[in-house]
């Protein structure tokens, strides 16, 4: 239940942050110049600020420190201001002077919402990793290759605890939709993805798999070796996943942490002996 009301609101928030942005592109685009991640702590002070074009022309270098710094932030200020003001300064085309007010109401609401989410997020976050970090099998999934400890919540959240749900790896992945799906009909054979699938679980998954190449010697190998045979970069990371899927199931049901050598040793090259 906390796994997935955190990613809800997760999803809230993407929400919002996409309307901000589509707002900001209509009357005010140098803001979308000053900010990458309209949902940051820096956004959302120097907006809530400085709603308009004509508000941000105004900000002072000190102004504009001073909200950064009440935002939280507590590295870099004076750089960060000013990239900030050199980037609200760009010439930009203006809306009306009425439309831009009605947009500046709306984006001041926006960032209010947005900053609330956060809040809670962060609440939810701290919620679920008290209880996930109670669960007998947490340092099972935190030994895994990629998993923090809410990616973590999420997938066990999803699959389950009950050991004798899924009577072997297979039956797991095909719950987590990263088995593929083979079709047969008469000469014809095509292996598809699963669309019929665990939306959360599949997502989860996803994002295990993207943070497991950078995590695990043996998941980057074994992604690479996809992209060489030809898979685009979703199809090898499904295929990764898929991999990962079981290797978990595997440590669940030994009760043993991951090990990368035991994980992968099989699918490392072996010296041809022959070559000598």
């Known amino acids: 239940m906390l796994a997935r009301a955190h990613q809800n609101l997760i999803w809230v928030r993407t929400r919002h942050t996409n309307g901000l942005r589509s707002a900001l592109r209509e009357y005010y685009p ?30 002072s270098l000190s ?5 950064l710094k009440a935002a939280g932030r507590q590295r870099n200020l004076d750089t960060r201001a000013q990239n900030i003001q050199t980037a609200l300064r760009t010439p930009q085309l203006t809306a009306p002077a009425a439309v831009t007010a009605a947009f500046a109401a709306t984006t001041r609401a926006t960032v209010g919402i947005i ?7 962060a609440e939810l976050e701290a919620e679920l990793a008290t209880h996930f970090e109670t669960h007998p099998d947490a340092d099972i999934y935190l030994s895994q290759p990629g998993l923090g400890v809410i990616l973590s919540a999420r997938v066990l959240g999803e699959f389950g605890d009950d050991p004798n749900r899924y009577t072997d790896a297979k039956s797991r992945k095909n719950y987590a939709g990263t088995s593929p799906l083979t079709v047969a009909s008469g000469k014809k054979r095509a292996v598809l993805a699963r669309h019929v699938r ?3 679980v599949y997502d989860a998954i996803d ?6 190449l950078t995590t695990s010697p ?5 992604y690479d070796q996809r992209r ?14 898929n991999r990962l899927v079981g290797i978990l199931h595997g440590c669940l049901r030994h009760r043993t942490a991951y090990s990368e050598h035991t994980a992968w040793a099989h699918r490392q090259p072996t ?6």
């Open 30 to 59: 140098a803001a979308l110049e000053a900010f990458d991640d309209l949902a940051d702590r820096d956004a959302l002070a120097i907006l809530g600020r400085a709603p308009t074009p004509v508000d941000a022309q105004h900000l």
């Open 63 to 67: 102004k504009i420190r001073s909200a």
């Open 115 to 121: 900053a609330e989410l956060n809040h809670q997020i």
């Open 198 to 200: 665990n939306r959360r």
């Open 207 to 212: 994002q295990w798999a993207f943070c497991a």
């Open 218 to 222: 043996g998941a980057r190998t074994f």
């Open 228 to 241: 060489a045979a030809g898979d685009l970069h979703h199809q090898a990371l499904r295929a990764l996943g």
């Open 271 to 276: 010296p041809d002996t022959r070559a000598a």
